[in-house]
């Protein structure tokens, strides 16, 4: 089971395996339930592409026999319009949660100069404390699994520079630009993959002077990169936005 404590290079490795297990899982688990209702899976598609409106899944949990990993799995389909296939995005996030901490991994990838890399990407629980204080985001945490949700499709909107390491540091700088806020964390090269973590977030608002010059030049790429719109409808706290399983055959 993945922790707190577990060391990069067998959290990559215990990751990769065991997502590959819950995709499984929730192809199989899928394919029951439409067989046993009558209904396809076209159904759910047809929300975005029929009716123009963004559909998502109800989140899917799945424990890991093998490594007693626990994992959210859902889907969204957003709508490009009529005549245009809707946009496929799948979640796949592996977490763990006590009574005080709560940690989460996604699979990503990243552009460098041998191309296209695949790895681990981890938001700490230092991360969500930070969110939630007052001063910053004051995110309500009592329902954590519906923050984990929200804030995987709002900080999978982001762009990310990565940054030559500090003086007396191996690791890379990792900086995801956000409206109007910043994560802040590393990344650790791993073979042909990596483990990039975060651990801080940064409202502009509370931003020095130093710091909003150091990343003046990231913030205008990625802002144009970015659209608004685009972002506004990832982050939504609407439940009426999620499309029941029940009802659309997922």
């Not at 899944?57 to 957003?78: A, I, M």
């Not at 990039?196 to 913030?219: D, V």
Request: net charge positive; charged share 25%; with cysteine.
């Amino acid at each position: 089971m993945i922790t707190r404590y577990t060391k990069p290079a067998e959290l990559i490795d215990e990751f990769k395996q065991d997502r590959e297990r819950a995709r499984y899982w929730l192809r199989r688990m899928i394919a029951k339930h439409n067989s046993s209702q009558g209904k396809s899976f076209q159904n759910f598609k047809s929300v975005a592409y029929n009716q123009q409106k963004d559909a998502r899944s109800e989140v899917f949990e799945y424990d890991s026999p093998k490594f007693g990993n626990k994992w959210l799995l859902w889907w969204r389909y957003l709508s490009n319009g009529y005549g245009f296939m809707p946009t496929v995005k799948d979640y796949q996030i592996l977490y763990y949660m006590t009574a005080e901490y709560m940690a989460i991994m996604v699979p990503t990838m990243i552009q460098n100069e041998q191309g296209m890399m695949k790895g681990v990407t981890l938001f700490t629980d230092h991360l969500f404390q930070r969110m939630a204080d007052e001063d910053r985001l004051g995110v309500d945490m009592t329902d954590r699994k519906l923050v984990i949700r929200n804030f995987v499709e709002f900080v999978m909107c982001g762009v990310v520079d990565i940054r030559n390491p500090r003086p007396g540091e191996k690791d890379k700088q990792a900086v995801a630009r956000l409206p109007n806020s910043y994560l802040k964390g590393h990344i650790r090269y791993i073979g042909n993959s990596y483990l990039m973590t975060f651990n801080t977030f940064i409202p502009e608002k509370t931003m020095t002077p130093a710091q909003r010059k150091y990343l003046k030049s990231f913030a205008k790429f990625a802002d144009a990169f970015t659209s608004k719109d685009e972002i506004k409808r990832y982050f939504s706290h609407k439940e009426d936005s999620i499309i029941n399983n029940y009802d659309y055959g997922i």
